[in-house]
């Protein structure tokens, strides 16, 4: 049996929304923060976690998430450098075992890498998914 896992997530916007509805449908403890409550209608009504509306940048909305006792924090906002702040935080001070950051702007990678973040970038999984789908089609036309 799988473990439950505690996991907070950043940002309620399309991919922070998505995360939290499929993570509290995988049976996990989802607790998401925005700041904004509106952005909260998005998550499935299958949603079971909770919902901080506040700023994830400052430390007293970290507490309120119980970022200390997460098992993942996922920095999913449409900032990097919010994204980049909040992982920090997450991985220094509330030592979450799990940090991972949306990063849009690949040439911040190596900042990330630099202070032992992981990153997901969907500029640089676009343009691999596009490239990859480019060199099969190009090698059907040469066969």
């Known amino acids: 049996m799988k473990k439950t896992q505690y996991i907070v ?8 929304s998505m995360l ?17 409550e509106s952005a909260f209608k998005a998550l499935s009504a299958e949603f079971s976690g ?11 909305t970290l507490h309120a998430a119980k970022a200390d006792k997460a ?19 997450a991985k220094r001070l509330f ?4 940090v991972l950051a949306r990063v849009f702007d690949p040439a911040r990678e190596s900042i990330y890498r630099e202070l ?3 990153t ?8 691999d998914a596009f490239l990859q789908t480019l060199s099969q089609s190009f090698e ?3 066969t």
């Open 9 to 16: 997530v950043v940002g309620c916007g399309r991919l922070g």
């Open 95 to 98: 030592t979450v075992p799990q």
């Open 50 to 60: 909770f919902q901080i509306i506040g700023d994830a940048a400052e430390l007293a």
């Open 116 to 118: 032992e973040i992981a």
């Open 20 to 36: 939290a509805s499929r993570l509290s449908g995988q049976g996990h403890s989802v607790v998401v923060i925005d700041p904004q």
């Open 140 to 142: 059907q036309v040469s």
């Open 71 to 89: 098992d993942c924090l996922l920095a999913v906002t449409d900032q990097d450098n919010l994204n980049l702040m909040v992982a920090q935080i």
């Open 120 to 127: 997901i970038s969907p500029t640089q999984l676009s343009a």
